[in-house]
């Protein structure tokens, strides 16, 4: 069983970078087919939007709260890997939540990034997890003391306004100006009380 999991994720890993090898017109619809249902343009306009969302935040602080969490980058893909792993945000707020994360806008090793709310695949794998239906392998991203919703807040608008390439493996190979969902979140991220000094996740882990 765990030879053939091995395998299975192995092949997924060849596979994505098969696709970020793929010619424009293919990778755009391997990109609706297995990361998100919104395509590269969808997501940059979708981008204004989340800059708007923020500022209602830091306009009244008290009636949210932030947690951060890993899951698999595709559905198929049955255990997170260090490869291929995705961090997102989920904000709450009364009776609702929405999702954040840093998002390549097409299949290739690197393009324009941008930060995305309420993408598909961060909202079923979320919604799943909170079913104990875990198929993307969520796990929360433990930290030492509460995330501060507002001092993330202006990290991640901060993040918006420098324009940052995305890199999809930056969590392994960090080159400047560029970032990906992991280390976005990661730089990012600020609790209550001190900043993280390291990276809080744990791959293949639950």
Same mark, same amino acid.
């Given at each position: 069983?765990?030879?053939?999991?091995?395998?299975?994720?192995?092949?997924?890993?060849?596979?994505?970078?098969?696709?970020?090898?793929?010619?424009?017109?293919?990778?755009?619809?391997?990109?609706?087919?297995?990361?998100?249902?919104?395509?590269?343009?969808?997501?940059?306009? +979708? =981008?204004?939007?989340?800059?708007?969302?923020?500022?209602? /935040? $830091?306009?009244?602080?008290?009636?949210?709260?932030?947690?951060? !969490?890993?899951?698999?980058?595709?559905?198929?893909?049955?255990?997170?890997?260090?490869?291929?792993?995705?961090?997102?945000?989920?904000?709450?707020?009364?009776?609702?939540?929405?999702?954040?994360?840093?998002?390549?806008?097409?299949?290739?090793?690197?393009?324009?990034?941008?930060?995305?709310?309420?993408?598909?695949?961060?909202?079923?794998?979320f919604i799943m997890y909170t079913e104990s239906e875990n198929k993307w392998d969520v796990?929360?991203?433990?930290?030492? +003391? =509460?995330?501060?919703?507002?001092?993330?807040?202006?990290? /991640? $608008?901060?993040?918006?306004?420098?324009?940052?390439?995305?890199? !999809?493996?930056?969590?392994?190979?960090?080159?400047?100006?560029?970032?990906?969902?992991?280390?976005?979140?990661?730089?990012?991220?600020?609790?209550?009380?001190?900043?993280?000094?390291?990276?809080?996740?744990?791959?293949?882990?639950?």
């Open positions: 069983m765990f030879i053939r999991r091995h395998w299975r994720a192995l092949g997924v890993e060849i596979s994505l970078l098969l696709i970020l090898c793929s010619c424009s017109s293919l990778q755009a619809g391997l990109y609706l087919a297995s990361i998100d249902k919104l395509d590269g343009d969808a997501i940059l306009q +979708n =981008e204004l939007e989340v800059k708007n969302y923020l500022e209602t /935040i $830091l306009n009244d602080p008290e009636h949210y709260m932030i947690k951060a !969490y890993e899951r698999t980058g595709v559905s198929a893909q049955i255990r997170r890997t260090e490869l291929v792993v995705h961090s997102f945000y989920v904000i709450f707020e009364e009776g609702d939540f929405h999702t954040l994360s840093f998002y390549g806008t097409n299949m290739g090793f690197y393009s324009e990034g941008a930060w995305i709310m309420d993408s598909n695949s961060d909202r079923e794998s796990i929360e991203i433990k930290t030492t +003391n =509460e995330i501060d919703i507002v001092e993330t807040t202006k990290n /991640i $608008l901060d993040k918006i306004k420098s324009n940052v390439t995305y890199y !999809y493996k930056d969590h392994l190979d960090d080159r400047p100006n560029m970032d990906n969902c992991n280390t976005a979140l990661y730089e990012t991220l600020a609790e209550k009380s001190l900043l993280p000094t390291a990276w809080p996740g744990s791959y293949g882990t639950q």
